[in-house]
């Protein structure tokens, strides 16, 4: 919204400052920061007064969380409060990869919603209908995919086929055209990243500094891959546009920063499926923008394993009766190991930095 204020950089230079994408990706992340650390007092005592005994804790987990009973869940909105509002301010809403972004995030964040909500007022894990949510994100993710298709086809940039091509790390110009099907699978890759997001989401701070560390990355490789110049020297996928997605991940970091703030242990709220789907979703919706749908992979790695985990667990299970970890998502089961709640998090962060380094080093190996 503000970028129009370069229109008058002709009489008040100091404008000019809005032109550039660093300077409205650092100030997203300030307001972004500050409107949940505004509002966000507010919101907590407002859901713990509606929600009462808050989210239910599962009753086959650790000990150790049956103490967080009565905290309140769908600290999400704090987090799109921040990024939606953020966003709105200082990227460029004529831009159809922010656009679709947004979509994502809001979609997902309203099915999360939803979610909460009928498992707070059943006071049960059994919330929104599996298939009928994946369902819903599956066509959110798709409408969104498939407007960045066309768009990358009206750019003409990279050719007819671009949009709806996967491109591969450590390789400069191998690139596979799925044609339509493309939608298929950028949209299990932005299901996928939301849903993973989701089973990450089981401790205090476990989830959000793993998304700020992956929206920092994916904002140096949207930045990277949105600029001629420096996509040519990377030998990247030149995304014309894609440099703006930068704007909003630093609304990302700010709001995820802000919730931290609320989040850190103990916790006075819970972000829920309210933000976690809209958080990963996001993240998934600029990695197929960029071209960087594997490589999300790597800077995603820690989601990743917890989401095998469960696949794994259940698997296994159902074909032996038998269980492979104490306890799935795999934090459960280093908690069940003796490991303590901080000592999960502070590790699984660390683990969060490393893939991230290493996923983007896969910038300059072509």
Do not use: C
């Amino acid at each position: 919204m503000l970028i129009w204020l370069v229109e008058l950089s002709e009489h008040l230079k100091f404008l000019n400052l809005f032109r550039y994408i660093t300077f409205r990706t650092g100030a997203s992340l300030f307001t972004s920061a500050f409107i949940v650390f505004l509002f966000g007092p507010t919101i907590i005592n407002s859901l713990r007064i509606r929600q009462g005994k808050g989210q239910p804790i599962r009753a086959d987990g650790p000990q150790t969380h049956f103490k967080k009973a009565g905290t309140p869940t769908m600290g999400g909105l704090m987090i799109l409060a921040g990024i939606i509002g953020s966003s709105l301010l200082w990227a460029d809403l004529s831009n159809a990869y922010v656009v679709a972004t947004l979509l994502v995030t809001l979609g997902f964040g309203a099915i999360g919603f939803y979610d909460d909500y009928l498992k707070v007022t059943k006071q049960s894990h059994k919330g929104f209908s599996g298939k009928a949510r994946l369902g819903i994100e599956f066509v959110i993710a798709g409408i969104a995919v498939y407007f960045m298709m066309r768009t990358a086809l009206a750019s003409g940039t990279a050719g007819s086929t671009f949009g709806s091509s996967i491109a591969f790390p450590f390789f400069k110009d191998f690139m596979i055209n799925l044609g339509i099907m493309f939608v298929v699978f950028g949209g299990f890759v932005i299901v996928g990243a939301g849903n993973a997001v989701n089973l990450t989401d089981g401790l205090d701070g476990l989830a959000i500094v793993p998304v700020m560390i992956a929206a920092a990355s994916f904002g140096v490789i949207a930045y990277l891959a949105g600029n001629a110049v420096f996509a040519n020297y990377l030998q990247i996928n030149f995304v014309p546009g894609t440099g703006e997605l930068s704007v909003v991940l630093g609304a990302v970091i700010g709001a995820g920063l802000g919730f931290l703030w609320f989040n850190a242990p103990p916790a006075a709220i819970f972000m829920g499926d309210t933000g976690s789907l809209a958080l990963g979703g996001t993240i998934g919706t600029v990695a197929v923008a960029t071209k960087h749908e594997i490589v999300m992979a790597i800077i995603g790695g820690l989601f990743v394993m917890e989401t095998l985990s469960v696949i794994i667990q259940v698997g296994f299970f159902k074909m032996t009766g038998r269980r492979v970890f104490l306890m799935a998502p795999i934090h459960h089961h280093f908690e069940k190991k003796g490991w303590t709640e901080s000592q999960v998090v502070i590790r699984f962060w660390i683990i969060a930095v490393g893939l991230a380094l290493l996923g983007l080093s896969t910038l300059k190996l072509r």
